[in-house]
Structures are given as C-alpha cells and as structure tokens.
C-alpha cells in the first residue's frame, strides 16, 4: 500500500518522500483506523488525505474554516491531475447546482467545505447518497471548547460522520493542540488515542526573542531599520494601536500596509494584495489578519503586545518562515498589557468555567514573557513536549548574562508565602516582603510574620518582577481564576530546604544594588 502511496507521492506532487508522521498518518487511514494527525505549520498535513484520497474510492470530504484558501488549494489539486473541486458562500446559486450535481456524478476525488455547510440539509441528503471515504478535519483544535478558535459549527461534524453509510474514516488535522485539547478531539471524534501521531510541534527556522524593559516604539523602529526590505507582520491588541502604529511607521517613511476589523473590506483587500506581492513588506495588524494568508517569506513577526495565549502566540507567531528560511518571532513584551486581554476576557459572553480556563492560559503567556529558559523549549512544553532539546538560537538561548545565584532571595519569597498560609495573590506577597504599612496588611495581621519587610530594601516592582520569575520557571503556581493565589511547588519545596539552587539571568546582581544604595 505504501509503495503505491509514494508512487503518488511521486507523479502528483513531485515528492520523492514522504515527511515524518505522514507515512504513519496514510497508513492508519488506508487501514481504516480514525486518526489525530499533530504537525507543525508547514509540516505537510495536506499530502496526508490527498494522497489517501486518491487511493480510496469514492469521495474525500475536507472540511476547512479557511475559505480563503479553499480556492488555491484546488487550483493546485486540479495542476497536480487531482479532480477536486470546493462548496462555499463565494460560489454563485447555479454553480453550486452544478458542483452538487457534477459530485453526485462521482467527477471528484476530493471536494473542500466550510463547516457551517454541515447546516444545509440539501447538501447532507447529497453526501448520504454517494460514497464518502475520508472525511478530512483541517484545523481540527476548532472542535474544542479548550482550543483558542472554537467555532460551534464544528460541532455538526459528530453528526455528520454518523449520518452517512458505510461510516467514513476520520482524519482530524491540527498544528495547534495542548494536551487536553487533543484529548478533547479524541473525546469528541471517537478517535482512539493510540491512533495519535504527533510529529512534534517544533519550528526548527524559528528564532524566537522576547524584548521588555525597552521603549517599544524605538525597538521597532530600529529592527525594521536594520531588516529593511524584508516582508514581516505587526500584531497589535486593538484596532486604535493598529492605527497609531501604521500612522506612526508611515510618518517615519516606512511603507506599511494595515489590517483590523475597522477598515472596510475593499480597503482591506488592497493592503493586503500589497502585502501578498511584496509591493509593500510590512503589516501592521490586529489578529483578524492571517487566517489563510499563505505568504511563504515572511521574515519576522513582532507582537506588540502580548496576546491571550500560547496557541494564538504560536499560531501568528508561526505566520514568520513557511519557507523553512531562519526567521524571527519577537514579543515586545509589557506585564501591563495583561490587562487589555484580561479586560477581554471579563467582557466576554464565556460561563465562569471557560473563562478560568482563558485566565490560566493568559498566565501561561505572561509567563512566557518573563522565563529565562529556552523560549522554544517552553512553547514546546506548553504542547505537551516534555523531553524537547534547547534550541540554542532564541532569546534566552543566545543570552550572555551571567547566570547569578538568587536563591536566598527565593527562599525569602517561598518561606514568606508559606508563612501567609498560601492564601494570597502576587500584591500581597510584594506587599509583606517589602514591609508595606498598608491597612490590610495590619488587618489581616501578616506585620507579625517574621518575613514582614525583609526585602524592604527592594522596590515593589523588583519584588513582583521576581515573583513573576519564580512563577514563571514553575517554583509557584497560580490557583485558578482572575485574581489568583500563590501556591509553592515540588519544585520551590526543594529550594525551601536548600536542595536547589535558583539561579537567575541580570545584568546587576540584586545584592550589588543593596550594596549600592547603601552608599548613601
Ligand atoms: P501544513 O498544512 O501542515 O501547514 P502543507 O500541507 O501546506 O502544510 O505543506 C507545506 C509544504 O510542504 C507544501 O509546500 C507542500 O507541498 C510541502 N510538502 C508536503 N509534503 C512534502 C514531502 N513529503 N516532501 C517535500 N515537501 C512536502
């Protein structure tokens, strides 16, 4: 059977063989076994139903939420000699009749939905009357509850796959999946678990960088300086930044192109054209702009601010290097715009439950923002990689600080939050370290601890900053919530008894600064 498929591989797409995972993908299809496929963007999900496609009789359904590309991909099938064909809005009334009627005919081997068809019932009556073999879920995470894109009509897809006789094989397809959000595709789509192959997460061309306690404006000026010519994105949080920072770049003679929910379509569709064929390299944009944007040699996407989690970072970050060419992803990073996201997630319409689960990623991004281990090696981890190498070129990787050895002030900090009980949050811990006179702090009587003001010496800011530190290499963990408590770990366990050193990236130790001010 493989042979047959590389033979495929070969004549249709060029291909001489095939990439990790889809071999394994394309087995468990043509054996008929449901299957999760996990790759990274970039990684080859298509070859994995196109090539079954080919081998199974009858039909392959794609179900897509990016309309956008439906068209593109099908003009590449139809060059390969792959009869395929694509249902959505963008059709006219009679040339769906004719796709319906021409795939009734068996005229195609391969046909691309939007899944908000599933909600039409003339099209299910005409898929319960012919042979469906594969049904193929492209971004498959958009399933569940869990993942940053959930779309309802996904939701059809359960239904679907039981209405049409004999049942079809699934394949489910995702770049972006936690554990629990894989788990739930599983749940949802009856797919056994050790029908999930996972080819690693890992964009090897990606450097990534975070950049903080630096004036943003100037940073970005100077890197777009520095990589004139080359094509990149600017993510922003709201459509007022987007502005101000293309009005801003424009003013300073740089020719960008702009993108959010507030500019009409045609003006849209004119910047972003630009964009696709490099008439202008820069976008600035909100996250509206991306989904199903193919443009291969993006060189570097920066955030401007932080976005709500780790998928959607990894998702628009991701947008940088489809070519496979070193690319650059960097996050200007501010712990205050945590609010803008944690604003929006207050806002929204989500029940309690979801919106603690949004609250804990947002934290896991934050957290991003301050770790000083390998940035890929996080992203990883936050995917479920565990045992995943450092990658030697990001941020932290290239960092030449000299590591300093903070673990007395963390045991300061974890014996302080062992003391109040782990019942507070972050201000209160600052709060106590630092020898506030504030009235909740007499209140709750926590001037008696003997760990009230030793870090007095200190400013807040330092305090939390550390604190943010500790949390973000796992030596505490935040409860649920939007206001959440402090708790120790195995990890700050073994600190508190001297087992583990802490060790710390900065340019000026924090003794070296008491030392200073006590100069004076
Ligand atoms: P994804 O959907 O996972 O982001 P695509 O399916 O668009 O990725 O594939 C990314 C690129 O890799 C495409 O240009 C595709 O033609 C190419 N590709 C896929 N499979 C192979 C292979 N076996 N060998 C070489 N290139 C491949």
Redesign the pocket.
Known sequence: MLTKARGL?HTH?G?D???KG?EDIIQKIMDGKDTLGI?P???????CYQVPAMLLRGVTIVISPLISLMKDQVDALEKTGIPSTYINSAITGEEMQQRLADIYNGEYKLVYIAPERLETPSFLRLLEGIHVSLIAIDEAHCISQWGHDFRPSYLNIKQLISRIQPRPTVLALT?TATPHVSDDICELLHIEEQNTVITGFARENLHFQVVKGQDRDSYMLDYLEKNKGQAGIIYAATRKEVDRIHHFLEARGFAAGKYHAGISEKERNVYQERFLYDNTTIMVATNAFGMGINKSNVRFVIHYHIPRNMEAYYQEAGRAGRDGEESACILLFSPQDTHIQSFLIEQSDMDEGRKENEYAKLRQMVAYGHTESCLQQYILHYFGEENAPECGKCGSCTDEREQVDATVEAQMVLSCIRRMNERFGKTMITKVLTGSGDKKIKGFRLDQLSTYGIMKDKTQKDVNEFIDFLTAEGYLKPTDGAYPVLMLTEKSGNVLRGNEPVLRKEKVHIAQIVEDNALF
């Open positions: 591989l797409f291909y063989q095939f990439r889809q790759m963007t970039g990684g080859g999900k298509s070859v770049a």
